[in-house]
């Protein structure tokens, strides 16, 4: 049982979750599947853009903080330790969003789901500053959030994707707390922030 709740807790880390969101939103969604798919490199320049500003860059800058000694461990497992680099990577995700906003064309749901995302991070760092919230948690919840909201705007039914990302959830805050990694507050905080603050950015229509 520990081998599973490792591998679910390093397979949906939080590096690779805008990774699985971009991933459903253009490669599952049925709307945005037929409203991007005929376009020559349009996707895979949103799949590089990702993967350079949301990964790449982020765990250099990581490698580079332990190699300093300003982190103990990449995993990050002591609070105070994640402030600095969460931070950072919210610089890099504020390129990628503005990088997002100047694609001509693209959907408003997905730019309200991109700054949705960004600002359950951010609302999860302040929070870091004060208790330890599961950044698994918002990390899985905002890529359902993205999905659900967008499949409500544009009126697609993606029931089953849903469902899975739900039991998604569950499976990583169960992994979380079969570690002792966190409480079952701090993974139900993560969970709930990470969901309710992109879904209702989608719905609402919220974006800068």
């Excluded at 300003?70 to 600095?84: G, P, Y």
């Excluded at 905002?142 to 990302?165: Q, S, W």
Aim: glycine residues 8%.
């Amino acid at each position: 049982m520990k081998l599973f709740a490792n591998i679910i807790s390093e397979v949906f880390q939080p590096l690779l979750m805008p990774i699985l969101a971009i991933y459903l939103v253009f490669g599952v969604h049925a709307y945005y599947q037929l409203m991007y798919g005929y376009i020559p490199g349009f996707v895979n320049r949103i799949y590089l853009i990702t993967i350079v500003l949301t990964v790449i860059l982020p765990l250099l800058s990581f490698f580079t903080m332990y190699k300093w000694g300003f982190i103990s461990d990449l995993k990050m497992s002591v609070r105070k330790e994640r402030i600095l680099p969460t931070y950072i990577s919210l610089v890099y995700y504020g390129c990628f969003y503005y990088l997002i906003r100047e694609i001509t064309g693209l959907d408003e749901g997905i730019i309200c789901g991109v700054f949705g995302a960004i600002l359950a991070v951010f609302i999860a760092n302040i929070i870091t500053l004060f208790w330890k919230i599961s950044i698994h948690g918002v990390g899985i919840s905002l890529v359902a959030g993205m999905f659900l909201g967008t499949t409500e705007i544009r009126h697609v039914d993606h029931t089953y994707m849903v469902i899975l990302l739900f039991i998604l959830i569950g499976l990583v805050g169960f992994s979380r707390l079969y570690l002792n990694r966190h409480t079952p507050a701090q993974v139900l905080a993560g969970s709930l922030l990470g969901f309710f603050v992109t879904y209702c950015c989608i719905l609402w229509g919220v974006s800068i």
